[in-house]
T-cell receptor, first 114, second 110 residues
Framework: DADVTQTPRNRITKTGKRIMLECSQT?????MYWYRQDPGLGLRLIYY???????NKGEISDGYSVSRQAQAKFSLSLESAIPNQTALYFC?????????????FGPGTRLTVL | RKEVEQDPGPFNVPEGATVAFNCTYS??????FFWYRQDCRKEPKLLMS???SGNEDGRFTAQLNRASQYISLLIRDSKLSDSATYLC???????????FGDGTTLTVKP
C-alpha cells in the first residue's frame, strides 16, 4: 500500500464549484504540504502544516484553504473553483527527525476546471 | 529572479552519453539539497540528497558548491530509462519547507 494517498486521482468540475482534495499518510510524519504543478512551472507550494495546530500559507495560497484534521490527514479546498486552478496537485510529507528531511509525494490529483 | 533556477532543457542525448544538470539557488540560508526524478504525469521521487563533500550513487554524482550557490547532477553512461524530468530542491531548515526548481527534461535516445 502507498504511504501517501490522494483522493480523488482525477476530477473534472465546473467554475464556481467547491472542491476538496484529500491526502492521507501512514508514514507517521508530522509535516504535510500541498503543491500544484503546471506545465513547465515546477512545483509551487500552496499550504503547509508542521502539526495539527500549525497551518502556513505558501507562495500561492489565494483561492485555496486547508484543514489538518489529524496528523495523518491534510485536505485542500477550492472554495469556488476557476479555470486557472486547472493543474496537477500533489500532497507531500516530511519528517524533521529524518536526517535529510526529504519529501515523500502522493500520486497526485489531476484537476480540471471547466 | 526565482529562488531556485534550473536550465529547462530539454536535453536530448544518445544512450551512453554523459549529461550534467546545474541548479542555482539564491537563499544563502539553504541547508539541505536534493535531486528528485519525475516521470511523466507521476509524482516526484527522491533521486539523491546532495552532501557538502559530493556524493555518488552508481552512475549518478551530485555536487554542491556553497560559495557559488549551485548544485549539480552528473549522469554517466545514460540509459533509456533515465529519460525523465529532474527537479532540484533546496531546504532551509528554519523555514521547514523546500523550494523546487522548474525541472530539467532529459530524453535519452537509442
Amino acid at each position: 500500500d502507498a504511504d501517501v494517498t490522494q483522493t480523488p486521482r482525477n476530477r473534472i468540475t465546473k467554475t464556481g464549484k467547491r472542491i476538496m482534495l484529500e491526502c492521507s499518510q501512514t508514514k507517521g510524519h508530522d509535516r504535510m504540504y500541498w503543491y500544484r504543478q503546471d506545465p513547465g512551472l515546477g512545483l509551487r507550494l500552496i499550504y503547509y502544516s508542521f502539526d495539527v495546530k500549525d497551518i502556513n500559507k505558501g507562495e500561492i495560497s489565494d483561492g485555496y484553504s486547508v484543514s489538518r484534521q489529524a496528523q495523518a490527514k491534510f485536505s485542500l479546498s477550492l472554495e469556488s473553483a476557476i479555470p486557472n486552478q486547472t493543474a496537477l496537485y500533489f500532497c507531500a510529507t516530511s519528517d524533521l527527525r529524518l536526517d535529510r528531511n526529504e519529501q515523500f509525494f502522493g500520486p497526485g490529483t489531476r484537476l480540471t476546471v471547466l | 529572479r526565482k529562488e531556485v533556477e534550473q536550465d529547462p532543457g530539454p536535453f536530448n542525448v544518445p544512450e551512453g552519453a554523459t549529461v550534467a544538470f546545474n541548479c542555482t539557488y539564491s537563499n544563502s540560508a539553504s541547508q539541505s539539497f536534493f535531486w528528485y526524478r519525475q516521470d511523466c504525469r507521476k509524482e516526484p521521487k527522491l533521486l539523491m540528497s546532495v552532501y557538502s563533500s559530493g556524493n555518488e550513487d552508481g552512475r549518478f554524482t551530485a555536487q554542491l558548491n556553497r560559495a557559488s550557490q549551485y548544485i549539480s547532477l552528473l549522469i554517466r553512461d545514460s540509459k533509456l530509462s533515465d529519460s525523465a524530468t529532474y527537479l532540484c530542491a533546496v531546504l532551509e531548515h528554519n523555514a521547514g519547507k523546500s523550494t523546487f526548481g522548474d525541472g530539467t527534461t532529459l530524453t535519452v535516445k537509442p
